[in-house]
């Protein structure tokens, strides 16, 4: 079994015809779109709404490179509801298509807990990315052509904000130049290209509620700033009837199933750094009027996707998690006590006393927003059984809920004690609530976030973080939520800092404001908006069929 | 009637689930993959074969600005065939999205005589389009992430001819440059955006016989020189299985209906200018397997998509037109007579008298391909009797069949007598020719085509050019088709030249080696790849209502 790759996998598994799935979710006939055999769009409108169901988020501790299994767990633990005859849905984020012609590595969940039909589901899917790059594309179109045709709002071409995006990982797109040629050929000035999840757009698509607030959300991005510095909006050109038009498809969520047939929605993937790094409201919320438990995930982390899930997400949908699963593997905890990269597979029992600080940290911030965690070791080949052993006395110690997941090697089956762990958790009272309220000043919340999650002591804003945060105030943006754009790796803002720091300094570089969107990005070292191909892209070993199967995609 | 709007005749008809129509053309239920409710694409390798149904091409006389309606008569005519109880399917090409954005003005027919559901197609219908440019940009992010990591190919950064591209009108993207922002950033050098539809890979993706054959298509597309002149293909590169990848869901043929229920295959959109202007040869291939008659169109008129359409479309085919419709309008003959644009509406049968030699000479051309004209001359509302009159007499001395066509207003009815025209030609034996034999040297397939078609006495090639046709014969190129990037206004190579010109020389400025799609693109004047929007785009209008309804988009 642990010898087939995820395609293959995924290629030995019976789909249902995609009406059977949209069946046992309860999804009538008509509000069922379908894209091919196995794959819907689901028509929101067309849905018997009933009492809401159940919100269980799965987190993680802070990953190595190589990842925890996050959705691997939030798939698998679906799974053992389905298995434990709950009524439940997944709701996860998209993958983006470009960064799988660079390294290998899914977004679908891996093992025997993935989601399928895999090689659409990571190639262009039902066409929502591809729409959001087109949103994203005109609306820099729109731009220049103002510029060129006389520049009636008078914006300054050197403080355009709003870039251009390909869903694609292609360095020589960063930093162009763009208008050349002449006055026929529009304004030169210079510009770049970030990858398509870190679009506003897709921000934006994952925090509406509707169409109707879609475009409101698009009318209030701010594109850069006229000659006098006063910010220059999507309503002030007038396009966010047609920006939004062009998303009209793009905004209903995608029905897919799990291996194990459980009813799945897959839809938006924000960035998880400058974004917020979750799926789309639209999504939770239609799989919480479906089904009795919806299980969801969030980008990297408690100290990121987490709290951006609780302070963006949750505040603006409105709804609060039930249970929050912490993922943890004994080779993160091993990396977090010391053990260099090429050590990680040696059982070292004292690297993970030394590293459970880091899942410590995460569970007690799971705490702070009135949540109960609990934690899913996630099973890997080279886990020794005095390792295992260690982590869940510790747990044990520590009176927080520890399951062993091997979803991985034996799907839902390998989730069941997980399912029944956060059974208990959801039927108890929670007291939710948000880290931060909106109203406090920017830079107070910044340094809740700072100190409350992160465990740092400082905050120190650069002269021009502190000039964009008056600036900000002087627009009336004070009031947004903030999203931290920070390595997932460490708490701190240095990704070699492992384990549990405290008594740091967090600087602020930069913020960004997302007014569309609907969240200020404070931004700590450098972010990549714009990944690159290595030397030897996995796109050499790609290819297709005579008869139009996907070879070499994982 | 004739005060509706396109978009508001195409919301008030009545759609068929595509299963019914999937059902009337002969498609089994397994071969067809749903696109929602109304769209699908067709898995090829499912339908049963049947014996070939005959292909009548639909072209046209030199046509005005605002263009003579030539996808409505194609359309009409099917659905005419269709109310005759004939076994017809219509093949088309799909529009492109950016220029939708600009200017308004349709590619799915008019009136009645519409293909349906117009606000999907002329969005982003089966995401055939985003997946061209993703396959597109791929290959640029390819080429740039090779000379960024060591350049093994030694490529010359100056001599890629390669470009990216974007479904956009979008004038500051024609001249750009790329990889700034040193080292890590790639390699800076001068690049542009073309148009999607200007793509080699949709010239291929309309010309590949299958998915072997769109690889091997791609593998040849020469991408640039190495700083010894040396061509470099997408084969050196290693990547045409990855791109092939990216396009194989595009490369199924996508079924949609006309108004009146008939089975439209709506697949591939090359420019018209620098490629072959034609749908793709599996949609038409597809739609004779299935159906006794397939009609369909070529870009422009009969001295530019026809030609293609001929000697490079059925050439790659193999197979023979049956029949040849001359779509023609009193406004346009007015025009080619010299009456002013603000003129035409007025009745003027003296100019058509002067005009009258456009059509002539395109009727003639249908000839020298031994095939036999049909002319359709395409109502407007401004036509006087007189003036019809005037044509219908003309054709009737010159020997040539006419019918008059009222499939705008009428639908299919409107085209009952173009039909019949149509099938008493296809009824007769046809002395099918291509305009010219492949091993002829490059410069006089040019020539063959500007005198036998254009009516034009010499061909000059600028010295840049001969420079080019040496470098080519030395490449091995010579044997490739000529694609011919000309005005479509004029025979010549001067749009103002209108009626029939002759004894005028051509000059061909410059030749691009298109050897993934197969021709040698012969550039007359200056052709834009990358169109601009407006001062007052068409997106200012455009909206999408609460429950999610396309506004505007015509």
């Given at each position: 079994m642990a010898h087939l790759s995820d395609l293959e996998i995924a290629n030995q598994s019976t789909l249902k015809p995609i009406g059977d799935i949209a069946e046992k979710a309860g999804i009538p006939a008509d509000a069922l779109e379908q894209y091919g055999h196995y794959k819907a769009k689901v028509d929101i409108n067309k849905i018997d709404k009933k009492d809401k169901g159940k919100v269980v988020l799965v987190t993680a501790m802070s990953p190595t490179p190589a990842g925890e299994g996050k959705s691997t767990v939030t798939v698998g633990l679906s799974d053992a509801f389905n298995q434990l005859k709950k009524n439940v849905m997944v709701a996860l984020r998209e993958p983006a298509l470009g960064p799988t012609f660079g390294i290998k590595g899914g977004a679908?969940?891996?093992?025997?807990a993935q989601v399928l039909p895999m090689e659409d589901i990571n190639l262009h899917f039902n066409g929502d990315f591809h729409a959001i790059t087109t949103a994203n594309n005109a609306l820099s179109a729109f731009i220049d052509n103002h510029i060129h045709q006389g520049n009636e709002l008078d914006i300054d071409q050197r403080r355009i904000e709003w870039k251009r995006v390909l869903d694609m990982n292609d360095r020589a797109l960063r930093q162009i130049i763009v208008g050349?040629?002449?006055?026929?050929?529009?304004v030169p000035r210079e510009d770049g290209f970030n990858i398509t999840v870190a679009s506003e757009i897709m921000a934006i698509l994952c925090l509406a509620t509707g169409i109707k607030d879609l475009k409101e959300k698009i009318s209030k991005i701010t594109i850069g700033y006229t000659k006098d510095r006063k910010p220059v909006s999507v309503a002030d050109l007038k396009v966010e009837g047609a920006l939004a038009m062009i998303l009209k498809d793009a905004i209903k969520p995608n029905l897919v199933q799990t291996i194990e047939g459980t009813p799945a929605l897959v839809h938006g993937g924000p960035f998880?750094?400058?974004?917020?790094?979750?799926?789309?409201i639209l999504a939770t919320e239609t799989a919480r009027d479906l089904a009795d438990i919806v299980v969801t995930e969030a980008g990297f982390g408690s100290d990121l996707g987490a709290e951006k899930f609780i302070d963006i997400k949750a505040r603006e949908a409105g709804f609060e998690p039930s249970a929050v699963v912490v993922v943890a593997t004994i080779r993160a905890l091993k990396m977090h006590g010391g053990v260099a990269k090429d050590q990680l597979k040696n059982e070292n029992v004292s690297a993970l006393q030394d590293g459970i600080v880091n899942l410590e940290r995460h569970v007690d911030n799971v705490k702070k927003y009135g949540l109960e965690p609990v934690i899913a070791l996630n099973a890997f080949v080279h886990d020794t059984e005095a390792e295992t052993e260690f982590v869940i006395n510790w747990a044990k110690e520590k009176g927080v809920r520890l399951s062993l997941t091997e979803v991985w090697e034996k799907g839902g089956q390998g989730g069941i004690d997980l399912a029944q762990n956060v059974l208990e958790v959801i039927e108890e009272p929670q007291s939710f609530k948000h880290?931060?309220?909106?109203?406090?000043p920017l830079e107070e919340k910044v340094e809740t976030i700072v100190k409350e999650?992160?465990?740092?002591?400082k905050v120190t804003f650069t002269s021009k973080a502190q000039k964009q945060l008056q600036s900000f105030k002087d627009n009336g943006w004070d009031n947004y939520p903030i999203c931290m754009a920070k390595t997932?790796?460490?708490?701190?803002?240095?990704?070699?800092?492992?384990g549990a720091p405290s008594d740091f300094e967090i600087t602020i570089r930069e913020l960004e404001a997302k007014t569309g969107a609907g969240f200020i990005v404070a931004l700590t070292g450098a972010i990549m908006t714009m990944p690159g191909l290595p030397k030897k892209p996995a796109a050499l070993n790609m290819d297709v069929t005579d008869d139009g199967h996907a070879q070499g995609l994982f």
């Open positions: 679908t969940g891996g093992g025997y050349l040629g002449g006055p026929t050929q529009g998880a750094n400058i974004a917020h790094g979750c799926n789309s880290l931060y309220d909106l109203d406090l999650i992160y465990g740092g002591s997932q790796y460490s708490f701190t803002d240095d990704q070699t800092q492992l």
